[in-house]
């Protein structure tokens, strides 16, 4: 049996990071260009891009033919003193993305470098100590967010954070519940920590809950490791580029997912923050027809 993954897009793939920047896509055009692009479901992207109202975030999408698969949120939780200000923002995230009817919440670590000018702020790696511990707290997030929200916790990796690379991604699995987290495979991010997200998802099929489409451009990708850039730098330089054109191959990716035949979102995200108005649109068109060729979707 199989079941093709039910594809979608976000903000991400409309150069937005941050929930209110002059240079990023203004929210209503964003939501009217995706709609034209051919996509019917997006995640939130920042909370407090789009209208945190749900009454009015809900007409919106009405009338553009959208849903939402999920609300999207930093964590901070390797540090001690964390939860209440964890809590804060992710709650927030939280009710809207269950008032708007999805069933996920994807979390991503907060960053060891300044994701705008790559400077180090933290020790880019865990202590043998601190592990543990943040894995019960990232524990505690998903059990309060399922029983007061309905929500699954779909665990993002992401450069310049702790949980990175191949081996510290399989370090944050085996720390944490599978009954409470599963992880949002983003097969850019994993590509550019130099992982391998067929490996991945054949050692732990049954931890693979959600999965951000991506690629990067090995050639950025080789000077970004040599010169020791940060990733802010590395996306306006072009490291994760316009699929087919980079790495990882994404048709053996959907191919296996859809073997899994588990209800699966596949989000096309796009790192490309800041870009020019009128980028976004062809380039997501374009992506939503190759994707398409690659075999079937939802």
């Keep these: 049996m199989t079941k093709p993954a039910m594809i979608g897009s976000a903000p991400d793939s409309w150069g937005v ?13 964003f939501l009217d260009e995706v709609a034209a692009a051919g996509y019917t479901r997006i995640e939130l992207g920042p909370y407090g891009y789009l209208p945190t109202d749900p009454l009015r975030l809900r007409e919106e999408f009405d009338r553009r033919g959208l849903t939402m698969t999920a609300g999207t949120i930093f964590e901070h939780l390797h540090r001690p003193d964390s939860w209440d ?8 995230a939280a009710s ?7 069933e996920h919440l994807v979390v991503i670590p907060d960053f060891w470098r300044d994701p705008q000018t790559g400077r180090v702020i933290e020790d880019p790696q865990l202590t043998d100590e601190q592990w543990p511990a943040y894995a019960a707290r990232v524990n505690r ?10 929500l699954r916790i ?51 099929p049954e931890r693979i809950g959600y999965v951000h489409l991506k690629q990067v451009d090995p050639v950025v ?23 087919p054109n980079g790495l990882p191959e994404l048709s053996p990716i959907l191919d296996v997912l859809a073997r899994l035949d588990v209800e699966m979102f ?23 027809a190759y994707l398409r060729s690659c075999g079937p979707l939802r």
């Design 154 to 204: 779909q665990f993002h990796p992401h450069a310049d954070t702790h949980v990175d690379t191949h081996g510290n991604v399989e370090r944050f699995l085996h720390a944490t519940d599978p009954d409470l987290v599963s992880l949002c495979l983003d097969t850019g991010h994993l590509a550019y920590c130099g992982g391998d997200s067929l490996k991945l998802i054949h050692d732990y």
């Design 17 to 29: 990071w941050f929930p209110d920047d002059s240079r990023q896509t203004p929210w209503a055009r």
């Design 141 to 150: 997030l998903a059990r309060q967010l399922r029983e007061e929200f309905g």
């Design 266 to 288: 596949a989000i096309v995200e796009q790192d490309m923050y800041p870009c020019p108005p009128d980028q976004p649109l062809p380039i997501a068109t374009r992506t939503l």
């Design 96 to 102: 809207l993305t269950a008032a708007m009817g999805a």
């Design 221 to 243: 990708l080789a000077t970004v490791r040599t010169e020791g850039t940060g990733f802010g730098e590395a996306v306006r330089l072009g490291v994760m580029c316009e699929p």
């Design 85 to 92: 200000t964890t809590w804060r923002d992710v709650s927030a």
